[in-house]
Each structure stands twice: as C-alpha cells, then as structure tokens.
C-alpha cells in the first residue's frame, strides 16, 4: 500500500505519519509539505532514514507536481496540508483560500486521474460554527462556518463531496475537535500557556475565557484515520472527538496547577472577532459503524503533553525565537492594550 500523505510535517501530519509508519510496517509513505511557519522537520527527525518514507517538499497548489507523485502509484491520499491557525486567518485569508481550498482541488484531481482508492480529507468541527449551550455536532448539522480559517475548510469539503457526486471518487471526509499534543506549534493554545507560563509571562485569554472547546489526544485522530482508510464507506463524513469539553480558563488552571506557576500570569485580552463559544462533537457514528475508541482521556493526556513540553524545551524555543517572535508581536501587541 502507497499513502501520499499532505501536511506530515505539521502538528497532526506528523504525528500520522510515525503512527502509521509504526501501525503498518509495510506500507509506503509520501510525505508532501510545503515547509510553510508551520512545517517542521524535526518533526519527522525520527523517520529519516527509514526507508518507507520519503519526504519531498512542494505546496499541495502546484497541480503538475501533485500529479508526478500521485502518478507514482499512490493508493491512498490523505489530506492534512492547510493553513490551519484562526487568528492568523483573520490577519490574511488569502492564503487560507488558496490552500485549503485551492490545493485540495489540484489534489482531487490528480486523485481521481490516477484512480486512486481512497481520498481522506482531514477537516474539522469548525466547518458547523458554533453550539449554544446544549446539542452536539452531528455529521448532519448544516455547515455555518464563522472565521475565513472554517470557511475555507468548509470550501475544501465541499469540493471533495462534489467529486464524489460528480466523478465517483471514493472519498471520506472527517471531521475532529481541538487536537493536543507533542508536536504542535507554540500558537495555538495549550502549548502556547505551557510555554508561556514556564517563562513566567503573561497568558493572553480572550474574551472571558469561558468558551469551550472540546479536546482530544492527537494519537486518537491519528487512529480514527487510519480507521477510516481502511473501513470508511465511500462518501461518508465522520465526525471524530472524544467528549471532553472544556472552557479555556479551566484548561489554563489545569496547566498552571501542573507547572506550579501562580493563575496571576492570566490576562484577558481583546476578544478574538467571530470567536465561536462552543465546539462538542456527537462521535456515535464512527463509535458505532467502525467501532473507533479514544484510548486517552483528558486527565492523562494533558498530563502527557506537559512533561513532553517539559522534555523537549529545545524544540519549541527553536521555534518561538525563529519563526514566533515577530507574529506573536503583530498578533498580541494590540490586544494587550489597555487590557489586564
Ligand atoms: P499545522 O498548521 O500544524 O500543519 C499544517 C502543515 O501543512 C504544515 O506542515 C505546513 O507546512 C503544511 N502546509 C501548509 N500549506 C501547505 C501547502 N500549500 N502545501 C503543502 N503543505 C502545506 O496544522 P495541524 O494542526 O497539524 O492540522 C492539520 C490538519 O488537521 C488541517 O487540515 C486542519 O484543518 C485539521 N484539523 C486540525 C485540528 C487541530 O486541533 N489542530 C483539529 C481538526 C482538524
Ligand atoms: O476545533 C478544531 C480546530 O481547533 C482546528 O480546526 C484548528 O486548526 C485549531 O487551530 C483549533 O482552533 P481553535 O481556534 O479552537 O484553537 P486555538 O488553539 O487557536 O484556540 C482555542 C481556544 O482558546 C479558543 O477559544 C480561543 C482561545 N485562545 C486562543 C489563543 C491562541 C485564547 O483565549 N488565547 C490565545 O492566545
């Protein structure tokens, strides 16, 4: 089996490609990546040399190259490359729409030139907006995505849908809440509190720090993937989550608590325009018809996560002070205005 893997040097992207490399030993890994802010090859430092991998930078937009490699008897394709960060979203959609949206098509058609067997597209809960206080996302729920970043996602799922229907490729779309663990880059959440509260600086939490997102251990995507390549009906869309909801502020308590820092580092800031106040995912579908199960609960893996942050301190001030440090100013200056 030949899997042309997209964004494997990303946080999740990674982290699928050493799961699969280890869960299949024989299967053959095409690991594309741009190498945007966000790629990283140390991610992938512990593949290197290994034979069934192959890395090969180039952007998922460039549709003759995306060709050549499909062409190379790929089976599988499986979608991970995107510009993946909110906030970064409402600074410069352009390049969200010209990934996620634009790359996804020059991947679909190179898919379905080549026959493959299987195209996975790796979306997100953020593509149905935002819940009120009870119900869940089902696969069901209408699309009504709120900032350019889930726009364009949604745009991304609508034209592989559109190339089943249209062209019959056998597709699947899922569909996962927030995702944590080793490998992710400093901007998002959790590792950007771990990192700032081990430097003893302030923690930037939006609005009233009571929305809620609902978290799962990166390994558990990584296997409801591989599940669905493998046990997927075509054209289905699976949502993929773990019920662990949880506000902001008690995921920055919980940080703070296990690093001993004190909860005066927290520091609301100007709200996130658009900031969608709750994501909960309803996982009975994939539970249910391929019998998926997360193997981790919030407890041990937010535990997991912060002695590996604690562990691997060179990899993520590498990447705070050489790729970081002039967003974090463009993005955070402003909001800390005038805030306490
Ligand atoms: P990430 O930003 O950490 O990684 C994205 C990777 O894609 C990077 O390695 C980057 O170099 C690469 N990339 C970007 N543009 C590219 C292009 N034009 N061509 C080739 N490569 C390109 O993102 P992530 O958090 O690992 O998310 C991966 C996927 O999972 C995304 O599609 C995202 O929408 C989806 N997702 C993420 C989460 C989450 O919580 N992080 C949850 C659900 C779904
Ligand atoms: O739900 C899945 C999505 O989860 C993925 O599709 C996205 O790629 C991923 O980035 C993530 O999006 P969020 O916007 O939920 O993640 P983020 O880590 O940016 O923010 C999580 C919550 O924390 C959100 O309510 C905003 C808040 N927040 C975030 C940052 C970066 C703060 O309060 N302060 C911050 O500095």
Not at 13 to 42: C, K, P, W
Request: glycine residues 8%.
């Amino acid at each position: 089996m030949k899997l042309l893997v997209t964004g494997g040097a990303g946080f999740i992207g990674s982290n699928f490609v050493l799961y699969m490399l280890q869960q299949h030993r024989d299967y053959e890994i095409v690991n594309v990546d741009a190498l945007t802010y966000a790629g990283n090859l140390e991610n992938i430092k512990a593949i290197e040399q290994n034979p069934k991998h192959t890395f090969v930078k180039a952007d998922i937009c460039d549709a003759a190259k995306m060709d050549e490699l499909i062409g190379q008897g790929v089976d599988i394709v499986v979608n991970f490359a995107a510009e993946s960060h909110v906030d970064r979203s409402i600074l410069e959609p352009d390049v969200f729409v010209k990934t996620n949206v634009l790359g996804t098509q020059a991947l679909l058609d190179a898919a379905k030139k080549h026959n493959v067997t299987k195209f996975v597209q790796v979306s997100t809960d953020e593509v149905y907006g935002t819940l009120g206080e009870t119900g869940l996302f089902t696969e069901e729920t209408p699309l009504t995505p709120n900032s350019p970043y889930s726009a364009s996602k949604a745009g991304g799922d609508l034209l592989v849908r559109a190339y089943q229907e249209t062209f019959g490729l056998p597709v699947n779309i899922t569909r996962c809440s927030n995702n944590y663990g080793p490998y992710q880059f400093p901007e998002k959440l959790i590792p950007l509190i771990i990192s700032k509260a081990l430097n003893d600086q302030p923690l930037p939490v939006y609005g009233d720090g009571l929305n809620i997102r609902d978290w799962l251990y990166v390994e558990d995507h990584c296997s409801a993937i591989d599940l669905v390549i493998h046990e997927g009906v075509n054209g289905e869309v699976y949502n993929i989550g773990g019920n662990n909801e949880r506000t902001n502020l008690h995921i920055i308590r919980t940080i703070l608590e296990q690093l001993g820092k004190p909860e005066s580092l927290i520091t609301y800031v100007q709200e996130r325009p658009g900031h969608d106040r709750r994501y909960g995912i309803d996982p009975a579908k994939i539970m249910t018809e391929l019998g998926w199960k997360p193997k981790h609960n919030f407890e041990t893996g937010i535990r997991e996560t912060i002695a590996w942050y604690l562990d691997n301190k060179e990899w993520w001030t590498r990447i705070q002070s050489v790729k970081y440090e002039p967003y974090y100013a463009k993005q955070y200056s402003q909001r800390f205005e005038g805030t306490q």
